[in-house]
């Protein structure tokens, strides 16, 4: 397979000015016709007469020039593209391709597929080319328009981009529906949708008095379950409108919701296609977190309406630059809508644990990568999460203020244009007179940077060195120093914030920048030692190495006025602990349970006032996937057995307050999303998870009790998960309930696979080989191979890691028969090997040796190819 390169871009040679689309849609044999306006780029490089279409799994059945048939010779076909040997250079000219597409045996479900009934397509990032021949690229920016041509039974709502202009009936019981975008954009933001439709309506005034008609279209059954999204898309729209200034620019903004989809959602011009996770929500069928995340990704998909759509990317490269800030806008949007510091705290927890294993991998890669041999590999989570990072330092070094500049800078400078990272950077310097040259490095540069602080206190006088440094990664063995903004504050003895002296100016917090190598900071005007806080809010993607004692990071996690530091501590505090007992574990010591953590554990659980989604953020513990990240070599059972050790101990200890913390906040309640009702939800079932600890019939009682009389979906999963993941001898019965009410509802089966695919009992592998064989198990369907398959690998180390390789083989056959179904799967399912290297070596054995099996597969995808390759390198 080939590997494209950044340093290869070259302008396209042709542009597609309009784009006349004609669908005769059919499950199996749908025609396509289109007409192209198409024009010599008078950017160009290249002196040749030819026109390269992109094109793949199309069948062709015409193609002509202004209106003259081409003949065989006058083209070259191959699997990838049409090649027209000779077009005019001097004047614009017409191209007419006639082309059939069979969507029913598009598993892969890129480009025009099947959805239960429905049809749908997803374009991003090259699925447009599986639809027709095309100049399939960003830059290529065109106006369609659209006539959709269906069965008026089967199909009587049809939808695509823009406006709708036209419909009418034709004979044989067919209709048509004419759509118009106005807007010019890349192929990879149209779509079409045709189905048995229904769909709940709304409506938006824009901060100008323009009224916007709102659609979501979703199957009958599913009607009752849309009322949060919709309630999220206006808040969504109000906020742009409120912090970045942006106004919608249609007169309709329609969203779908689909059963079969690779990813979350596809922010489509007009028309967004949804996966039905994303968008349905009825207290019963979905938790506190599906409603935050249906919120999120509605949010996210809505902001890159500006972020993405009327300013898009030159080249897939640039993908981070509308990634990376609309996942920025979509933090800054949820943490609004609820609790900034809660928003904070989860999303650093999936970054640390995730991305930086990302980071510290075989496929690790800048935000902004260098070569790719599948655009679709490259939706990661360093160029989605770090990528926002890397944003949100821009905003913390400019200032929210001197960020909104910039922002409001670059839409009015490249509106309507594709563009690089390089012009966003460009634009917050422009607005702000800055100078953001070594800043540019976090575009370039992968891995996360580690940084070692040293302190000496004098005289009123403290002193930080702070050093910096960056593992090597794949073909970057040497790192440059990176600007890192680090947010600072200082606590006195009695925990209040110290005032000191920086840069002569007096203050309670400062931001200050890191550019060399190693560095000092001289904060002055203390009038003792103070405690440092440092990294607040967690300022930089980095790893902070600072010498502390239990005593200390107990005090911060007392006492820190940034909540972010405050839960850090708590988290540092715990780790440390549990890499005690892994030690003591490893060198067969017996276990013994610390109090420091006993005392602060008890003061959260004692402290009525605060925010309780926040104390139930405090109560947690670190992840089995965090704390594997920072062994040298990764101890599956140690970890799991420490961190239980740890979870009982407190639990034994602080059983009373666990009770009544549980018992205070506890209520039959029909579940409404709102933020006390989320945090008293949070709360209890922290609780109600440490109780389960115990092993003892009170506790046993408790989950079921909470199960059996739950009236929402978060209390009746916290319940269920509590006695799955204990002997409770009411498990298979409560399994079982629970499915037989839910049979009917995918979404909430997903979670009933999810649930005990990532169990950690001894029985956990039998029953997910046992689940394979479930009639409501589908390897066609995303959500519910990844419910089953990708829950198992990613998030349940213990029984995925197991030392006699069974989980590995499992994997890997999993990934061999996804291969031919839906490569893009498939791909991400080998993620779960991607560590391989951080195990010991009888794991890396067995690891490898699946690896290798899987790039010996004969008809393997570029898709899989490349990260199992990759990955092995
Ligand atoms: N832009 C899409 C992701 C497309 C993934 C293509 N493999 C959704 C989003 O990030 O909003
Ligand atoms: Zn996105």
Known sequence: PQTVYLKDYTPPDYLIDQVELVFELDEQRTLVRAGLDVRRNPDSRSASEALTLFGEELLLVGISLDGQALAAGDYTLSDEALTIHRVPGDRPFRIDIENIIDPQANTALEGLYLSSSMLCTQCEAQGFRKITWFLDRPDVMSRFTTKLIADKTQYPVLLSNGNKIGAGNLDGGRHWVAWQDPFAKPCYLFALVAGQLEYVADEFTTVSGRRIALEIFVEAHNVDKCGHAMQSLKNAMRWDEETYGLEYDLDLYMIVAVDHFNMGAMEN??????????????????????????????GHEYFHNWSGNRVTCRDWFQLSLKEGFTVFRDQQFSGDRSSPAVKRIEDVNMLRTRQFAEDAGPLAHPIRPEAYIEINNFYTLTVYEKGAEVVRMLHTLLGAAGFRQ??????????????????????MEDANGVELTQFRRWYSQAGTPVLEVEQAFDAGRLTLTVKQSCPPTPNQPEKLPLHVPIKLGFLAADGSPARFQYRGEFCEEATVSLTEAEQRFVFESLTEKPIVSLLRGFSAPVTLKIDRDPEELAFLLSYDSDTFNRWEAGQQLVSRIIFGLIADIQAGRT???????????????ADAGADLSYRALLLSLPDEGYLGGQMAVVDVEAIHQAREFVRLSLATALSAEFQRVYAEHHQDESGCFDASAVGRRRLKNACLSYLTALEKPDSYALAETQFRSARNMTDQIAALSAVVNSRNPTKADCLDSFYRQWQREALVVDKWFTLQATCHMPET?????????????????????????????????????????????????RV????????????????????????????????????RRIVETEHLSKDVYEIASKSLA
Request: glycine share 6%; net charge neutral.
């Open 816 to 851: 061999i028969e996804l291969n031919t179904l839906n490569p893009q799967i498939a791909a991400r399912m080998v993620g779960g090997f991607a560590q391989w290297r951080r195990y010991d070596t009888d794991r890396q054995a067995l690891m490898t040796r699946e690896l």
């Open 406 to 427: 910039g922002c409001d800078l670059y839409f009015k400078r490249h509106d309507g244009q594709a563009v690089t990272c390089e012009d966003f950077v460009k634009a």
């Open 269 to 298: 011009k007009g028309l967004n296609v949804f996966n039905t996770k994303f968008v349905l929500a009825r207290p019963d069928t979905a938790t506190d977190s599906d409603y935050e995340h249906i919120e999120g990704v509605i």
């Open 765 to 813: 592998f039998a029953t997910v080989q046992s689940l394979m064989q479930h009639p409501a198990f589908d390897m066609k369907t995303p959500n519910r191979v990844r419910s089953l398959v990708g829950a198992f690998s990613q998030s349940n180390p213990l029984h995925f890691h197991a030392r006699n390789g069974d989980g590995y083989r499992f994997l890997a056959d």
């Open 591 to 605: 276990l013994t349970a610390n109090p420091v953590l006993t005392e602060a554990f008890r003061a959260i659980l």
